[in-house]
């Protein structure tokens, strides 16, 4: 029995026994035991694994790694007694969201590296354009620098059509042959006698591209295309079905 005690009315009232109390507490520590019990070494394991990740940054992708495979390892039913799952689920998410902006952050790098633009940089924006091109259109949005890598190849493209642009003349026999490109994408091609007229219009007037390493000419619904070869003072057209006399080395006068 506890302990008899008298109230304020009078009446008298027991105390509980102290060892119902110990006893009570020492059931649900059994109990608690008992149900950490029930989880395997193996599942403790993972549980520790996860526990252990802490705060997701690049260098816990091998942590998060090594908690993924040990939970896979458990066998179906014992996979949900892994309390932390949860925090498993989380840590990748945020390790891939890290991933995304770490190729975000590099694709942004690499077009701040581009620079002044020269046409040496063909191949270096060449390679910006495929890795912004991986990107997803969410990505895609993301990169603040965008614009930057349009406005260099747009750059590029000019100085491509630069590298043409002007007069270029190469005499046979007397007569001067003259290809004229002009910035606005036209071109004319004639001949001149010795005293600087024009005998004829070979392939007229029209308009031309120019992609680097060859020149298409587009006349009356016909276009011509011929491999050309620019240094810094001479065009040379090489010799092609269209061009069948040989390579025609022409030479910049403007």
């Given at each position: 029995r506890g302990a008899t005690f008298f109230t304020s009315s009078g009446r008298t009232k027991e105390r509980p026994a102290r060892s119902a109390v110990a006893f009570?507490?020492?059931l649900l520590l059994a109990v608690s035991?008992?149900?950490?019990?029930?989880k395997s070494k193996e599942v403790r394991a993972v549980e520790k694994s996860i526990a252990s990740i802490g705060e997701v940054t690049e260098e816990t992708e091998a942590a998060i790694g090594?908690?993924?495979a040990q939970y896979e390892a458990l066998p179906e039913e014992e996979r949900e007694s892994v309390s932390n799952y949860e925090t498993l689920q989380e840590a990748e998410k945020r390790l891939?969201?890290?991933?995304?902006?770490?190729e975000i952050n590099a694709v942004e790098q690499e077009i701040a590296d581009i620079?002044?633009?020269t046409e040496e940089k063909k191949e270096q924006i060449q390679n910006v354009r495929e890795k912004y091109e991986a990107l997803s259109e969410e990505e895609k949005g993301m990169v603040s620098?965008?614009?930057?890598?349009?406005?260099?190849?747009?750059?590029?493209?000019?100085l491509k059509l630069l590298a043409i642009v002007g007069t270029w003349k190469s005499s046979i026999v007397g007569i001067t042959l003259v290809y004229s490109f002009k910035e606005d994408g036209m071109y004319e091609n004639y001949?001149?006698?010795?005293i600087g007229l024009k005998l004829s219009v070979q392939g007229g007037k029209g308009t031309y591209s120019y992609d680097?390493?060859?020149?298409t000419l587009y006349h009356d619904g016909k276009e011509n295309v011929f491999p050309v070869k620019i240094t810094e003072n001479s065009l040379i057209i090489m010799a092609t079905d269209n061009n069948p006399i040989g390579d025609m080395i022409y030479t910049r006068v403007d």
């Open positions: 009570a507490l020492a035991l008992l149900a950490g019990c029930g090594d908690a993924r891939e969201e890290l991933r995304r902006l770490a620079g002044e633009v620098n965008s614009d930057i890598l349009r406005e260099a190849e747009e750059r590029l493209e000019k001949a001149q006698n010795p680097g390493e060859t020149v």
